[in-house]
Nanobody, 124 residues
């Protein structure tokens, strides 16, 4: 059973940085892609970025490109989302998700497993 646990959310000011973590367990994730999504109140869940666990290849939404970086630690089975230059519009619940294929994808329906989410609030 795949288990994903996000952590690292909180309240920060515009311009600050924050690093989210996603601890993954239950499988060997070398053939997986790990995605980050977010959902603001009253809005649909949207793609933030994704990393192929084996190759480390990444892709990002245009809204976060150049500010957010995804990385993974193979030894710790953890994926990170480093968020810099945060804007108030980045306020959302951030979710980690896993798909059992290394192909990068940006739709929530592509992912089989989800964490419970972590709240990020950016004040102006």
């Amino acid at each position: 059973q795949v288990h994903l646990v996000e952590s690292g959310g909180g309240l920060v000011k515009a311009g600050d940085s924050l690093r989210l973590s996603c601890a993954a367990s239950g499988r060997t994730f070398s053939s997986y892609a790990m995605g980050w999504f977010r959902q603001a109140p009253g809005k649909e869940r949207e793609f933030v970025g994704v990393i192929s666990w084996s190759s480390g290849t990444t892709a990002y939404a245009d809204s976060v490109k150049g500010r957010f970086t995804i990385s993974r630690d193979n030894a710790e089975n953890t994926v990170y989302l480093q968020m810099n230059s945060l804007h108030p519009e980045d306020t959302a619940v951030y979710y980690c998700a896993a798909k059992p294929s290394p192909v990068l994808a940006g739709r929530p329906s592509n992912y089989d497993y989800w964490g419970q989410g972590t709240h990020v609030t950016v004040s102006s």
